[in-house]
């Protein structure tokens, strides 16, 4: 099974009230003091690693707008050039999807995985990746992450009238990652551009052609960084991700007078 890898990163982040695209934007640890956001990794480059640390991932293709200045400066495929590649987008996310796919379109095959991903997504786990992986592993189609909604829901009119209460239980947030297959998303988006239709995620592509994903229930810390407040919960995020994964580190740990279990992987402790 080839897994092949989109990130689009094209936009320029009108509602994030920077000059600098939101996917480029610093991610400082919080308690590294007032010097850290000029060391700090920008939000997409800790989103590409979380993709490179899967190692059914074939290939990484980070789809750029056409006038972007922030890529090269930051030496990702220098240093994954096996994994990491780049070409343009368009005016629409599923336009700059479309590009990635064409990108890969002489490699690829028709039952490919082509999982997309949101670049400032910066804080999904690395096991609800491979949790998309593993579920969709004999389906035909393909899915997404998703997580469930706590907030009570309500449906307004036009004045902003409250018509009705909705039962949240049969309803998910849509997150990414989302994988499908190959050929099946490209018709699915070039049959959207043909029809100057829009969607706002690849599922609805998928969904408009017949098709039935599957979701797969993901965290509810694999946030979308919208807003500059956003920012801040992410570091949050990443800063307790990693201090979960020290102490997990250090519980697996043997003791002194422990000796490792014969069936234990090397580098697992």
Not at 23 to 49: C, S
Not at 65 to 73: A, F, K, N, S
Not at 101 to 129: G, M, Q, Y
Not at 221 to 245: C, F, G, V, Y
């Amino acid at each position: 099974m080839t897994i092949w890898a989109i990130l689009p990163a094209a936009g320029i982040g009108r509602r994030m009230g920077s000059n600098t695209p939101k996917q480029y934007l610093p991610l400082p640890e919080l308690t590294a003091g007032v010097d850290a956001v000029a060391d700090a990794k920008p939000v997409i480059r800790h989103t590409l690693e979380r993709l490179l640390a899967v190692s059914a991932i074939t290939k990484v293709v980070v789809v750029l707008h056409p006038q972007d200045e922030h890529w090269h400066l930051l030496g990702m495929e220098r240093e994954n050039d096996s994994r990491v590649s780049t070409c343009i987008g368009g005016d629409e996310r599923y336009q700059s999807v479309l590009n990635g796919l064409n990108h890969i379109f002489t490699e690829a095959k028709s039952e490919d995985w082509v999982l997309v991903h949101d670049a400032v997504r910066p804080c999904v786990r690395v096991e609800d990746i491979q949790k998309l992986i593993d579920s969709l592993d004999k389906h035909d189609v393909g899915g997404l992450l998703g997580s469930s909604i706590d907030n009570t829901l309500k449906q307004i009119d036009s004045g902003d009238n409250i018509v009705a209460t909705i039962a949240r239980s049969s309803y998910r947030n849509a997150l990414t990652p989302q994988m499908f297959r190959f050929e099946m998303l490209r018709n699915a988006i070039e049959d959207l551009i043909s029809n100057s239709e829009t969607v706002t995620d690849e599922s609805a592509a998928m969904e408009r052609m017949g098709h039935t994903p599957l979701m797969v229930m993901g965290n509810k810390d694999n946030i979308k960084i919208t807003h500059e407040s956003d920012l801040i919960l992410a570091a949050a995020i990443l800063q307790s991700q990693e201090s979960s994964r020290a102490e997990q580190s250090a519980n697996e740990r043997p003791s002194a007078n422990e000796k490792p279990s014969a069936n234990k992987e090397p580098g697992n402790e």
